[in-house]
């Protein structure tokens, strides 16, 4: 077994030919449920389904989500907009390590930095002329490898290609939204 940054490359190289061979064994649907609980937080539970919707494992993961302050929330847990960097510097922290390992570079530290600033008048529908969420988010990789800059430059490429939260944020995705009304008096 070949491991590099901690992943198996010969299980890697296995997954992808396995993907190549048969498309449907690549994809996934991913799904969350949030859940206000009071005032600006919430709760997010992100469990595993498979393609039926059936849970198939008790994996089950809890993020929550507040405001800070200065618009009202308690700051007892990150905002939606600050989880978005965080996703960011997942999915790019992930693609990095898989892609290193695939190309042999060894990592030997690797992190994220990434900032974006938000006009609340565009939340708060102060202004149609401001944009609701980020005007454009930066993000600085600080890596050490055994890797000429070349190499990390193409590095960087790939990662950046292929990334699917990068892909998500760069291009439109279309985001459908159905609304249930619950009435206490219509439950049984």
Known sequence: MTTTNGVNVEQLGQAVDAI??????????FRAETEWDDALR???VIDDFDQAGERITTREFEIAG??????LGERTAPNAV?????????CLSVGYAANAAAMGIDLDSLRFELEGDVDLRGFLGISEDV?????????????????????????????????PLL????????????LV???????G
């Open 131 to 163: 944009r609701a969420g980020y005007d454009a988010i930066s993000c600085t990789a600080y890596v050490e490898a055994d890797a000429s800059e070349e190499e990390l430059a193409e590095l960087r490429e790939r990662v950046e290609a292929t990334s």
């Open 82 to 90: 600050e989880l978005l960097l965080a996703a960011v510097g997942s």
């Open 20 to 29: 190549t061979e048969d498309p449907e064994v690549g994809r996934f649907t």
């Open 66 to 71: 507040d405001e800070p302050e200065q618009i």
């Open 167 to 178: 892909d998500d944020v760069t291009n439109a995705v279309a985001v459908e939204t159905d």
């Open 181 to 187: 009304v619950e009435r206490p008096e219509l439950r």
């Open 42 to 44: 919430c709760v997010t």
